[in-house]
Structures are given as C-alpha cells and as structure tokens.
C-alpha cells in the first residue's frame, strides 16, 4: 500500500483492503494508493484515485462486469466518501 496525503473524508488504501478482506476473502489483495499521480487532475479534488489487485474464489463462473460489481458492492460505504476512481483487476486463484 503507497501512502497518499489525505482527502478528508476519503478512505485510506488501507481503509479499502480491510473492507475487501472482510467482504471476498481474497486470497491475494493489492491495494494502491494512485492518488499522487493525479494530482493537478480536475478530479482529483473530489477524492482520491486508486488500484486493486485481488484474487478470490468469490469470482469463479463471474464474468468482468460482475467481478467488478462485487467489488463495487464491498466498498460502497466508502464510494461517496471520497473515492473519485477505482482501478480494478479481479481474478480467481
């Protein structure tokens, strides 16, 4: 995890791999903080950027779209709070 300076309100890389820990059980989990390289973006005042990485047997028989989606679903106290863009690569082991 790379840390970033804060958004306040926004969650911290480490706010959002405990939250997907707890909701896919990944049996690999990268979260990076991509803030940093947005900076001056227009977006990047309306929070934070980053990229997960993350490997779960909650994926198998899932297409792209719904891998995402359960991502999506897991962090969806934190998408208004502060997350402007979400990278994701969601895989099964």
């Known amino acids: 995890m790379t840390p970033s300076p804060s958004t ?9 791999d405990t939250t997907l820990r707890a909701a896919l059980l990944p049996v690999a989990l990268e979260v990076i903080d991509d803030s ?7 977006g990047a005042r ?5 990229t997960v ?14 891998r995402h989606r359960l991502v999506y679903d897991a962090l969806a106290a934190w998408m208004p709070r502060g997350i402007h863009a979400l990278a ?3 895989q099964t082991p």
């Open 8 to 16: 306040p309100g926004a969650p911290s890389a480490e706010d959002i």
């Open 36 to 42: 940093h390289l947005h900076a001056g973006h227009a």
């Open 46 to 50: 309306e929070g934070r950027h980053f």
């Open 53 to 66: 990485r993350i490997r779960s047997e909650r994926f198998a028989g899932l297409n792209r779209v719904a």
């Open 88 to 90: 994701i690569d969601a």
